[in-house]
């Protein structure tokens, strides 16, 4: 019965991760064909407009959209971009310390990106009057600025008049990494208060293509009055709009790694939404407006937001939340329901990579400092096992003798366990602990950027990709792609191997058709796991590795065969089997010339 329950156990947590792989790893939708954006037309409300002004109608790549308008450059450590004067749009932002592969001459991410260009995708600023027979800018509108360039000791600010008494300025500065600060005005030169609403707001065109891992989210999100809240495109393609209130906060758009992200005032009460419009290609917006302010003749309105446009780095986003008390700005990097296991995990992670530089070694050596925490444990497992495996003969007479009395049969061997103080579940310890290790370790290597194109030794070059290489084209020798299904590198074959040799140290199951289903178990992990990131792949095979020597240790001083009972020559362990104990003598066995030693042939 105990085996069948550790088959059972097993065949559990394989489907489990199988079915789980299916989730993780759904085939990839098709890109949809790029549109142009049509034609809109402005709507004065006193709501944050959905206008965004007239595209151009042939189709443009993005540099041929940079150069339809006049720009005010981005020159930031680590952004590359320009600033739209018409609408005074922030919509060209590439990373300069990211780029789209290994090669670090391949192009830089494209983060945001103009009308009339492949899948817009921007941010900007402004006020919704109540009144709307007031001009306020709006996306046609074309600023003036004082500078030509935006650096971070250099703000730019934007100003126009609308001919009519208000005058309208932005001033755009950004710091050393990723945040913009947009500080709005506006000065009533009129006779006659004026009430306004600033906003803030984020565009994307199209519906973006994501990963699709059930574990990972991409789309729209946010934190509302310190909870997180996360859509997908389609929730809100279906709802058409998600409205909420609240005082400090976030939202925005991310993909896997990247982030745009407005932060309102975090002391202001403001109205949010995500908004679908599915007009021409269709677009997702996400905005805030604030209040309406009443702006008295000669007076000035003054309104502060952020803007978040770059690479979720851990300590980065962090450091946000704490020194611009940003509500739960950490929440932006998705460690998930065990975020109390991962996010120490990548700590812990990273601080070894701090010593050592390289993240592949920095989980070798997180890997055995784990092994060390729990070797207690693991210890009294693997002896318990080793006793199990030693027991092996004297289970199967016991299983001989019952074999049509299935009750007598678990009662002789409770029994004998009790006898030898063996725990048949014991076995399940060292996977009980691996389990959320191996999970946890796969949410880090999956949604932190720092994983991203992180080299190991050799082939590998990304960690966070599943193992360039494929057994079937001989590794490279032979000048032919395999296709998906076949691409079973060379860490995912030692993990493989390390995995057969581990479960060659296990008690094997009496049932040969539980046998053979153990036996196949590292082939289906090999498949398996060859499409998961091969940092993942490393730990696991390390892992088995430490498992293999701290188990051959175990056995080797209990004097149990590796390959079943005794070593040659060796007195049984103590205490020994004693199915045959004499009937009245606690602990009394058979005399040493009668009593064949477990194991043994003959």
């Not at 595209?55 to 971009?81: C, N, S, Y």
């Not at 906060?249 to 005032?265: E, I, M, Q, S």
């Not at 060292?430 to 880090?444: D, E, G």
């Not at 490279?476 to 479960?503: E, F, K, N």
């Amino acid at each position: 019965m105990t085996d069948q329950k550790n088959l059972i156990l097993a065949i559990a947590l394989s489907l489990a991760i199988l079915l789980g792989f299916q989730f993780l790893f759904p085939a990839p939708q098709p890109t949809p064909a790029p549109q142009q954006q049509a034609t809109t037309t402005s709507t004065a409300s006193p709501q944050a407009p959905t206008s965004v002004g007239a595209a151009a109608q042939a189709p443009m790549d993005r540099a041929q959209a940079l150069a339809q308008t006049g720009r005010v450059k981005i020159e930031a450590p680590r952004l590359h971009g320009s600033i739209n004067l018409t609408g005074g749009r922030i919509d060209d932002v590439t990373l300069r310390d990211y780029r789209e592969t290994v090669d670090p001459k391949s192009p830089e991410i494209v983060l945001l990106t103009p009308l009339g260009g492949p899948s817009p995708y921007y941010t900007d600023y402004g006020w919704a009057p109540v009144d709307p027979s007031v001009p306020v800018p709006g996306a046609n509108t074309v600023w003036t600025a004082d500078r030509e360039a935006l650096m971070p000791d250099s703000p730019v600010t934007l100003r126009w008049d609308n001919g009519q008494g208000l005058v309208f300025e932005r001033t755009v500065s950004i710091d050393a990494n990723y945040m913009f600060t947009v500080v709005q005005r506006v000065v009533n030169n009129t006779d006659k208060p004026v009430q306004l609403a600033s906003y803030g707001r984020v565009l994307r065109f199209g519906t973006p293509v994501t990963q699709g891992y059930f574990v990972l989210h991409e789309g729209p999100y946010g934190v509302f009055n310190g909870t997180l809240e996360e859509k997908t495109y389609k929730d809100i393609q279906d709802d058409k709009a998600v409205r909420n209130t609240t005082t400090g906060g976030w939202l925005g758009f991310t993909d896997k790694y990247w982030l745009v992200a407005l932060v309102p005032d975090q002391s202001v009460k403001v109205d949010t939404q995500f908004l679908h419009q599915s007009d021409g290609e269709g677009r997702y917006l996400a905005t805030y407006q604030a209040d309406p302010v009443t702006v008295a003749p000669g007076q000035t309105a003054e309104s502060t937001g952020r803007v978040f446009a770059g690479a979720k780095e851990v300590d980065l986003i962090e450091s946000y939340a704490d020194t611009l008390n940003i509500t739960k700005f950490d929440f932006a990097i998705d460690f998930g329901w065990f975020w109390f296991l991962t996010k120490p995990f990548f700590k812990i992670l990273a601080w070894i990579h701090g010593i050592v530089g390289n993240f592949g070694v920095a989980i070798l050596i997180f890997t055995l400092a784990l092994k060390l925490l729990f070797y207690p444990l693991a210890d009294k497992s693997y002896r318990s096992m080793a006793k199990m495996k030693a027991l092996q003969p004297e289970m199967m007479k016991l299983r001989e003798r019952y074999a049509d009395d299935r009750v007598k049969q678990q009662q002789e061997l409770m029994a004998l366990y009790k006898r030898e103080k063996v725990n048949p579940a014991a076995g399940c310890l060292p996977i009980l602990i691996q389990i959320p290790v191996f999970f946890a370790l796969y949410k880090v290597l999956l949604v932190t950027i720092e994983m991203r194109h992180a080299p190991f030794f050799g082939w590998v070059h990304d960690l966070s990709a599943p193992d360039p290489t494929s057994l079937f084209n001989l590794f490279g020798l032979i000048p032919w792609a395999p296709p998906a299904m076949l691409m079973i590198g060379a860490w995912p074959l030692i993990m493989g191997v390390t995995m057969y040799l581990q479960q060659k140290l296990n008690p094997a199951p009496a049932d040969p058709v539980q046998a053979r289903v153990f036996m196949l178990l590292p082939v289906v992990f090999t498949f398996m796991l060859a499409h998961f990131p091969v940092g993942l792949v490393i730990y696991w095979a390390w892992n088995n590795t430490l498992t293999i020597l701290q188990q051959w240790s175990i056995m080797k001083r209990m004097h149990v065969k590796i390959s079943g009972g005794l070593e040659e020559g060796a007195e049984p362990p103590v205490p020994p089997p004693s199915v045959a104990r004499k009937k009245g003598g606690e602990g009394a066995a058979k005399p040493a010339a009668t009593r064949k030693p477990a194991g043994r042939k003959g």
